[in-house]
């Protein structure tokens, strides 16, 4: 029994010294710089061109001369670079990724030229610096030789083949080295705002918010700065917690967080040079929530520009891209709504026999972001467009005037991106004998007056609603309660309380899972991997490398009878 | 004799209304998980592709999501009924006709299989 239990305790033994050492931070930077200039037709490059070019190939697959680059996979099977970049498995970061079983070792220069040596000695493996499940064989340093062969030909320097699975390029001595020396950028230098002791992190409140709003929004991310904080002074203390803190977190336990709170006032135009001095004051690793009832735009442009990513702000119009990169938000805000009724309709759409849609918009901000979504969803999915009715300031639409335009055009649907004001209309045409099959208004815009619509319009009018129905996300309350221990949830913005939840959760799990590699870049693509969650307020958060938009769905729902009436549903959560 | 009857029904009052007042909770704490529907036309003028598919819409939508129950922690659900058919009136004036969703019926419950009752030493639950 003793003798059988000896190779166990060992390999306990072995797996705890290794996973504790594996914590260490990589910092060592011993990158070869590039002996001699690069250059391209006789024409040499600066170190600035050399980058962008180098990014080019890492990201797109493009070659300076703007071809695409030429590679093999599994062999023999032709591929062209821009259809496997090195971005798709390495990631932005260059830290690689592990998915679906395949592992990409990292790929930046402080990694590879690195001797990829064993914790303990006569150990043939070194767990990946994502998972400690995942091992990686030994193997020595790489030269800018051994690398370009490897590149070429899939060899490493032990001799080993890489999977089949890694393009083997097709790339010239100049091209090669311009890859290299990109690769001997990428998260070399630490990122802005981290330490060895802290990270320091900072929220965007915009002047004139509601103020329970922005306590709601920063009650969650305080509480995980705090929290964390708490940790660090706890082990300070404690040599217990010290090392239960070190088994649990690595050399993060030891990193104190701290939060600042910019405040933007005045016209949005002014933000940018608000944000720049911030900034300068205080260089921040990332940007956690964050609210505004009016633009995020500034704020987007100023994170991308100074590549510092956000995490979740609290905004109902963020800026829509497909390739920005460094912010992350909760959706596509109010204009996924207009988004949705689009898809929803366009299922129904046989059944207008040739009937139109009519859109009817509040003037401002909220009504055109809806019918911005709905009308560009609408027309890609190749209908002819809504007859567009705009509502001026102070302008009501009225149940009489709705019957005269529902009998003028005769809509198979109604839109109405307005309040209460002009949806109380809807009485108008609800015995119509002919009138439209579909009446759609918007949950958010509604906003409590949702709660209180006549009875007698409940029965026909179909409302966008992009979080979770409120009588399922009541079971998540506990997880919220946590948070904010000793208040009332109910004296609290529901919305922005629940997306900051997120935002901190998220940053928790992210900055765990990223083992002492604090770069920026890492940080988004380690979202990127983290598998979908169930969190409070939206029914789905899905993450994907490169996706910016965490929850991308909504449902049609319809108020239910009497006082005290629930939401029902009318279709599923729809992702557009 | 039948005054000690009134008697011993005067004494279980107070608990047949709280068993009532259990039942009713629990009743209220339903959920459906569709498998299966069908679209039944009002009228042959009815589009029966595009009445299906809605039903596929409206039955769908009457499937809770379990995950939302599970999720959280703290609650279960146990399958009452399968197979059941839920009606459901499409109520639009481009289409007549209405669904039969075909579902599995659930009562979502407190998950207190690990609570440790107080003085006992052990643990509630269904086993």
Redesign the interface.
């Known amino acids: 029994m003793v003798h059988s239990m000896r190779p166990m305790l060992s390999y306990v033994l072995i797996t705890a010294i290794m996973a504790i050492l594996a914590h260490t931070p990589m910092y060592a930077a011993a990158v070869p710089d590039s002996a001699e200039k690069i250059s391209i037709s006789g024409k040499k490059l600066s170190d600035n061109e050399i980058k962008r070019l180098g990014e080019r190939m890492y990201r797109e697959g493009i070659m300076p001369s703007g071809e695409p680059m030429k590679a093999y996979v599994s062999g023999d099977v032709p591929m062209t670079g821009s259809a496997f970049s090195c971005v798709s498995c390495h990631l932005r970061s260059g830290l690689g990724s592990v998915e679906g079983g395949v592992v990409t070792p990292p790929t930046n220069g402080r990694v590879l030229y690195r001797e990829r040596r064993p914790y303990i000695k006569g150990m043939e493996f070194v767990p990946l610096i994502h998972n400690y499940a995942v091992y990686l064989p030994v193997r020595p340093s790489y030269t800018d030789e051994s690398l370009a062969k490897v590149l070429r030909t899939g060899s490493d320097p032990t001799g080993r083949m890489m999977n089949s699975s890694m393009p083997r390029y097709q790339l010239g001595d100049e091209d090669m080295k311009i890859l290299i020396a990109y690769l001997k950028t990428l998260s070399d230098e630490p990122s802005p705002g981290v330490s060895k002791t802290g990270i320091r992190f900072a929220t965007v409140i915009t002047e004139g918010m509601d103020p329970v709003a922005v306590e709601s929004m920063l009650a969650p991310i305080q509480f995980s700065v705090d929290r964390k904080n708490s940790l660090v002074t706890a082990a300070r203390k404690n040599d217990r917690v010290a090392r239960m803190g070190y088994n649990m977190l690595g050399g993060l336990s030891e990193i104190s967080f701290s939060l600042s709170r910019w405040v933007l006032k005045g016209q949005p135009s002014t933000w940018r040079q608000q944000l720049e001095d911030y900034y300068r004051a205080e260089p921040v690793f990332a940007i956690l929530g964050g609210i505004s009832n009016e633009e995020w735009e500034p704020v987007h442009r100023f994170c991308e520009e100074n590549q510092i990513p956000a995490l979740i702000p609290s905004t109902d119009y963020p800026v829509i891209s497909e390739t920005d990169w460094y912010t992350l938000y909760p959706s596509r805000g109010l204009r996924q709504e207009g988004e949705t009724a689009a898809g929803y309709l366009s299922s129904m759409h046989k059944l207008f026999k040739d009937r139109p849609v009519v859109q009817i918009t509040r003037q401002g901000r909220r009504g055109q972001a809806l019918a911005k979504g709905f009308r560009e969803n609408w027309a890609q999915a190749g209908h002819k467009a809504a007859i567009e009715i705009e509502l001026k300031d102070n302008e009501v639409m009225s149940p009489e005037r709705l019957r005269q335009i529902a009998s003028k055009e005769r809509p198979a649907a109604i839109l109405i991106w307005d309040d209460q004001a002009s949806i109380h209309s809807i009485a108008g045409i609800r015995d119509m004998p002919d009138g439209p099959g579909f009446v759609i208004a918007s949950g958010t815009y509604l906003g409590k007056a949702l709660w209180t619509l006549p009875e007698g319009i409940r029965d026909i009018l179909y409302i966008t609603y992009p979080y979770r129905l409120p009588h399922e996300d009541s079971r998540f309350d506990a997880q919220i309660r946590k948070i904010i221990p000793g208040k009332d949830l109910a004296t609290f913005d529901y919305s922005s309380l629940r997306r900051s939840f997120i935002a901190g959760d998220l940053l928790g799990k992210a900055l765990m899972e990223m083992r002492g590699e604090y770069y920026r870049d890492f940080l988004l693509d380690t979202i990127g991997m983290m598998t979908d969650m169930h969190y409070p307020l939206y029914e789905r958060v899905s993450f994907g490398p490169g996706q910016r938009y965490a929850s991308k769905g909504c449902f049609i729902v319809k108020l239910g009878k009497g006082d005290n009436p629930k939401l029902e549903r009318l279709s599923d959560w729809t992702v557009q | 004799m039948i005054r000690i009857f009134l008697y011993i029904i005067l004494l279980f009052i107070p608990f047949s209304a709280q068993a009532g007042d259990l039942n009713e909770k629990a009743a209220e704490e339903k959920m459906l998980i569709v498998t299966g529907y069908q679209y039944v036309q009002g009228s042959d003028s009815d ?1 029966k ?2 009445g299906h ?2 039903c596929g ?2 039955c ?6 379990y ?3 599970m ?5 279960n659900i146990i399958r009452i009924s399968s197979s059941k058919e839920v009606l459901t009136e499409l ?5 007549s006709g209405h669904c039969i969703c075909i579902a599995d019926e659930y009562i979502v419950q407190q998950d207190d299989r690990f609570k440790v009752l107080k003085n006992k030493g052990r643990m509630a639950g269904r086993y």
């Open positions: 589009d592709e595009i598919s809605l819409t409206r769908n939508a009457l499937s809770a999501n995950k939302n129950i999720e959280p922690g703290g609650w109520g639009n004036r481009l289409i």
